[in-house]
């Protein structure tokens, strides 16, 4: 059965590892056989911006323009060398009349909306370049607002001025809002301004795993009521309701997805693995894991069609 990921951290790990084809990875979670084996129809590919104090931490970061460049150019480069695996998206309509049979659409994303840096002309830019989702902070603020955090300050904290006039410019680019990291005030201040569905594209139920990226009951139907998706995260941080033996299961992930759908309907829950994003362990490791998946939501009571 076809599925689509809306995020993955593979890029970066192909920038560390020095590489120009996604083919030629070692160890990643995520490889071109992975999704071919798992069935993907569609990949979501997240440009991670590290933050300022990470930058010791990477092989010569530029910057951030041309880090995006870099890393878009990765996608690219792969899907000109493997035309029948792997073929870069932006809307949906290349995702309904795929290029070859069984090749996989890529979507190119954007994690932490900083080298945006309050101008609405790099929207522009980016929208140019093929980004179609953007997740408006990681874990510090940024021109777009605060992140997610156990200080209730910052995790009250709604978005910038430039954030609140960014939010309809995206929509009109066809660039998806993505509140993934996002602060709660940031959360509720993107409802309010929404005019077309926005996505949490790497975020579980807080009701059942209290990590404050998580989204809750009332984000998880507000996110629904405007007909976006919330993309369950694979992640044991953010499956398991025990942080100090923190393991994501089959069983885990898919009681996630069971509490998503009972609040905000099947039509809203998505699958947003972090592959490459996250550590620890995992029954779902890689895109060849995801049938064990749905052979579990089946074996609880999903049909065909709503998997």
């Known amino acids: 059965m076809k599925y689509i990921d809306l995020h993955c951290d593979t890029l970066m790990q192909a920038f560390i590892q020095g590489k120009q084809d996604l083919s030629a990875l070692n160890g990643t979670m995520l490889t071109l056989d992975k999704l071919k ?20 931490q990477f092989p010569q970061l530029p910057d951030d323009d041309r880090y995006i460049e870099i890393l878009s150019g990765i996608l690219a480069q792969t899907a000109q060398n493997h035309p029948t695996d792997l073929f870069r ?33 790099k929207l522009d830019t980016y929208a140019r370049m093929g980004i179609r989702l953007i997740t408006l902070t990681w874990n510090e ?7 997610n955090s156990n200080d209730p300050v910052v995790m009250n904290t709604g978005l910038t001025p430039f954030g609140r006039e960014a939010i309809p410019h995206m929509e009109e680019l066809g660039i998806l809002v993505d509140v993934s990291h996002l602060s709660d005030g940031g959360f509720w201040d993107v409802v309010r301004l929404s005019r077309k569905p926005f996505v ?31 993309g369950i995260n694979f992640g044991p941080a953010f499956i398991s309701p025990d942080p100090n033996h923190p393991v994501s299961t089959l069983e885990g992930i898919a009681a996630h997805i069971r509490h998503a759908v009972n609040v905000g309907g099947i039509g809203c829950v998505a699958l947003g693995s972090d592959f490459d994003g996250v550590t620890g362990q995992m029954e779902i490791d890689g895109p060849d894991k995801i049938p064990l998946l749905l052979q579990q939501l089946h074996k609880e009571g999903f049909s065909t069609w709503e998997c």
Do not use: K, W
Not at 200 to 224: F, K, Y
């Open 200 to 230: 949490a594209s790497h975020s579980s139920c807080r009701a059942l795993c209290p990590h404050p990226r998580n989204l809750t009951d009332d984000m998880i139907r507000a996110v629904a009521d405007c007909g976006g998706v919330v």
């Open 37 to 56: 084996q798992g069935g993907a129809c569609a990949q979501f590919f997240a440009i991670f911006m590290p933050p300022l104090s990470y930058r010791a």
């Open 141 to 147: 603020a940024n021109c777009f607002g605060s992140p």
């Open 89 to 121: 998206a932006c809307g949906g309509d290349d995702l309904s009349a795929c290029r070859e049979p069984g090749a996989v659409a890529a979507y190119l994303t954007l994690e932490d909306g900083r080298p945006v840096q309050g101008r609405l002309e």
